[in-house]
């Protein structure tokens, strides 16, 4: 085992739905994610409302 936090997580684009898997370390999972498909920028971390 490892000290690395890795996070292995799905996304899921909530403007086209479009999925990706990604895998993050914990300091860019803080930043802004650019869906691929619609370039929609999200927050990987819920509860944070609205930029839309
Ligand atoms: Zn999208």
């Known amino acids: 085992m490892s000290n690395a936090i890795i996070l292995d ?4 684009c909530p403007v ?3 999925r990706k ?3 993050m370390s914990l ?3 803080l930043y802004f994610y650019e869906c691929e498909h619609c ?3 999200l927050r990987p971390k819920e509860g944070d ?3 839309l």
Do not use: L, Q
């Open 9 to 12: 997580s799905t996304i899921t």
């Open 16 to 18: 086209c739905g479009h």
């Open 21 to 23: 898997n990604e895998t």
């Open 27 to 29: 300091n860019s999972y």
């Open 39 to 41: 370039h929609a920028r």
């Open 49 to 51: 409302c609205c930029d």
